[in-house]
């Protein structure tokens, strides 16, 4: 059985749409595993903050994936990511 992977979203109160507003990314781990690593994360990349929600938006293979966030997210600085969907895969 192929690994499933998932697409996420990471918001706040001031994000309304998922298009332009929080944090898109995709991972093969747990959610709540990877979005407890959002919380410690520091330095440069401390752009989401502490007290964010999440929703899973899809599900499915590491390419369609890849392709959702690549589609959510198609060049840097929008919202809290700092690269563009795909790059730091």
Not at 7 to 36: A, M, N
Not at 57 to 86: D, M, Y
């Amino acid at each position: 059985m192929a690994k499933l992977f998932v697409v996420y979203w990471l918001y706040d109160e001031t994000c309304i749409c998922i298009w332009s507003d929080g944090y898109v990314g995709f991972t093969g781990q747990s959610p709540p595993e990877r979005f407890s690593q959002h919380q410690r994360t520091k330095g440069r990349y401390r752009r989401v903050p502490k007290n964010f929600k999440s929703r899973v938006v899809f599900r499915g293979s590491v390419k369609q994936c890849e392709a959702w966030e690549r589609t959510l997210r198609p060049h840097t600085f929008i919202g809290w990511n700092i690269l563009a969907g795909g790059s730091n895969s």
